[in-house]
């Protein structure tokens, strides 16, 4: 059986760390998706990097289909 | 369209260019969670290292990609010494080159606010967590606002555990 908190998180409510600041909670209310921001800061910066490349890498080819499209 | 910032960097860092890593790559090495299309760094504008910068880049068709005619980038000691910035598109992507940044000072002030990091490819300066704080406020765009709100999140992580980077 799931319980209503943790179906509420499966559904995209975010759970707020216990130690979440002002900052923290004032982004989680301004929609970000914190969750993220934690998987990040958990990365050496470098792999942060090659994780951002891979984000640009797919931008610039849905970029540049938009451009094939237009172009058509 | 192309943009590899690892490549461009380990271009500079090859030539010897003074230059530190500021705007949104910068945000991504403090863990800021938005994309960016272009690398921009501060750099010294003395004709040696503008000459540096060039002979870095000299064989990935730069252009001075803000203008009309996409200007091939081709330093002369009159051209080094009027420019204050230069923004290039090459075939590894956009480089955005800065004589001073916003909220900071000049390359200077920039580098006293830069702190070295190493990564596997080389060891860089990137702008400061607090330094990024005030340059990307002082741009006051709206990416450079959400970038703040990030930026802050991250602040107040690092205070409460030190052993973030």
Redesign the interface.
């Known amino acids: 059986m799931i319980d209503a908190k943790t179906l509420a998180q499966m559904n995209g409510e975010y759970a707020m760390p216990a130690d979440a600041g002002p900052a923290w909670r004032a982004a989680a209310a301004h929609g970000y998706d914190m969750s993220l921001l934690e998987e990040t800061l958990r990365l050496t910066p470098e792999q942060r990097l090659e994780m951002h490349q891979r984000a640009l890498n797919t931008v610039l080819m849905v970029m540049e289909a938009g451009e094939c499209h237009d172009a058509k | ?6 490549a461009l960097l380990t271009r500079l860092r090859e030539q010897q260019v003074e230059f530190v890593i500021i705007g949104g ?1 910068c945000g ?6 938005l ?3 272009d690398l921009d760094i501060c750099c010294r504008f003395s004709r040696e290292n503008l000459r540096r910068l060039e002979a870095a880049v000299k064989d990935l068709h730069p252009q001075h990609r803000l203008t009309a005619n996409k200007l091939p980038l081709e330093l002369t000691d009159e051209l080094c010494d009027s420019l204050k910035n230069i923004y290039l598109r090459t075939d590894w992507g956009t480089l955005d080159c800065l004589s001073e940044v916003s909220g900071i000072g000049g390359f200077e002030q920039v580098w006293q606010c830069s702190v070295p ?1 190493t ?2 490819f080389g060891e860089f300066r990137i702008l400061g967590l607090d330094a990024l704080i005030a340059a990307k406020t002082a741009a006051g765009r709206l990416k450079d606002q959400e970038a703040v ?2 930026l ?6 690092k205070e ?1 555990q030190k052993d ?2």
């Open positions: 369209m192309t943009q590899n910032d690892k790559v991504i090495l403090h863990g800021v969670t994309v960016t299309l990091h990564m596997s709100r990030l802050l999140v991250i602040k107040e992580k409460r973030l980077f």
